[in-house]
């Protein structure tokens, strides 16, 4: 569920924190938005990993919508919530803020929930040890 945005990011450490850099952005300057997707997705996979105690991938990704840009310098820091555990499958809210490079003002860029499906080696669902 999206919900408005914020200038207070949650409370715990990020999952992933990393700086945007020149070779990140578009044509026009602006971060690519399928770059932050891919540390959002980063993120949410070792949250899945990690509570799979093994392979994980992704097998969705629902509802990204995006409340702010990006720019060249600005540190990224991405938050990954479990929210829901099946059989196989998890589910994973992530949250990207941006900090100024320079400054303390942060706000969220954008959310989205990950779905993450634990696979042995055969790469077949595989249940989730409790």
């Given at each position: 569920?999206?919900?408005e945005n914020s200038t207070v990011?949650?409370?715990?450490?990020?999952?992933?924190?990393?700086?945007?850099?020149?070779?990140?952005?578009?044509?026009?300057?602006?971060?690519?938005?399928?770059?932050?997707?891919?540390?959002?997705?980063?993120?949410?996979?070792?949250?899945?990993?990690?509570?799979a105690k093994g392979r994980a991938?992704?097998?969705?990704?629902?509802a990204m919508q995006f409340h702010?840009?990006?720019?060249?310098?600005?540190?990224?820091?991405?938050?990954?919530?479990?929210?829901?555990?099946?059989?196989?499958?998890?589910?994973?809210?992530?949250?990207?803020?941006?900090?100024?490079?320079?400054?303390?003002?942060?706000?969220?860029?954008?959310?989205?929930?990950?779905?993450?499906?634990?696979?042995?080696?055969?790469?077949?669902?595989?249940?989730?040890?409790?």
């Open positions: 569920m999206i919900v990011p949650p409370s715990d450490q990020p999952a992933l924190r990393v700086t945007a850099m020149p070779a990140d952005t578009n044509p026009y300057g602006d971060i690519f938005g399928g770059w932050i997707m891919s540390q959002m997705d980063m993120a949410a996979g070792l949250v899945a990993a990690r509570h991938v992704t097998i969705a990704v629902d702010a840009p990006v720019a060249v310098g600005d540190e990224l820091s991405v938050y990954a919530d479990l929210i829901k555990v099946g059989r196989t499958s998890m589910t994973i809210k992530v949250e990207t803020w941006r900090r100024d490079r320079f400054g303390e003002a942060t706000c969220r860029v954008t959310e989205a929930q990950f779905v993450f499906v634990a696979i042995d080696e055969d790469r077949k669902p595989r249940a989730i040890e409790a």
